[in-house]
């Protein structure tokens, strides 16, 4: 057990973030996948290190960035569950939307 888990969508996320870097480079696609992957292991024995975030859907999430990517996660649950890897400059509401549609 890893003590995390993905959201099927947030998995898909983390494809689209390395399909859209590795069109320039390779390396940091890579790279960057792996720095999400241990921004989120690093996460399990301390849950809270995210910055909570009320004002997404309707129970409570947490925050944590890697490089533009802010990674969404419900640190209630156990395992931790990954809810979604998004860009930063997206639109606000637009992230909320697509949250609100992961809610299971």
Known sequence: MTGYDFHPEAR???????EFIRIKDLAAAD????EVL???HAL???????????DL????LRVVRVGDYPIVYASEENPIRVIAALHGHRNPRKMAAILRGRES
């Open 38 to 40: 241990a921004r989120v």
């Open 12 to 18: 898909h996320d983390l494809d689209e973030i390395w």
């Open 44 to 54: 399990t024995p301390f849950p809270y290190q995210g910055h909570r975030r009320v």
């Open 31 to 34: 790279r960057v996948i792996g």
């Open 57 to 60: 859907p309707n129970r409570p």
